[in-house]
């Protein structure tokens, strides 16, 4: 089985480019500290593990994360290796995590959204003049969705918690 999960902190903005039939590659590095302290110094050590994302997770990363921003990564450990361009003698080897999955782990505060945690939205999804009065079911087939009027619809991104 080849699995990897990481939490850390984004070293620097993440590059998104696209591949010449437009597929979207995300790349960034993950700064993820020790466990432990070095007992000399008593400061914590942190690997820096580089990531690739590709289509909608390269796309998601590129958008909503950024340099500082704690990120959860889930997906697989690759290598590579190829040969220098001016000595024929030396091969360079890359290992990264292809990411498959990632998910936001620092507070909203954190990623610069304000208030100290994500929670639900405060406000309506309807108007007031389009909320149906609440009904209980009239058989099997319909669905009662309760009562909306908690909710509001969000018409741009720009107004999403994330």
């Not at 289509?55 to 190829?82: D, H, P």
């Not at 990264?96 to 994500?118: A, H, M, P, R």
């Amino acid at each position: 089985m080849n699995k990897v999960i990481l939490m850390g902190r984004l070293t620097a903005d993440p590059e998104l480019r696209q591949t010449q039939s437009g597929i979207a590659s995300c790349r960034f590095t993950v700064a993820v500290n020790r466990s432990f302290a070095d007992k000399n110094t008593g400061e914590r050590q942190a690997d820096f593990i580089n990531c690739v994302a590709w289509r909608q997770t390269a796309e998601f990363v590129s958008r909503y994360f950024n340099k500082g921003s704690m990120i959860c990564v889930e997906g697989s450990l690759r290598t590579s290796s190829y040969q220098d361009r001016n000595h024929a003698d030396v091969t360079h080897y890359r290992t990264e995590v292809f990411v498959d999955n990632v998910e936001f782990t620092g507070s909203k505060k954190e990623s610069g959204t304000g208030g100290s945690g994500y929670s639900a939205p405060q406000n309506n999804y309807q108007t007031p003049q389009q909320a149906a009065p609440q009904q209980p079911a009239q058989n099997n087939d319909s669905m009662s969705y309760g009562n909306l009027s908690d909710f509001e619809e969000i018409l741009s991104d720009g107004d999403v918690p994330f």
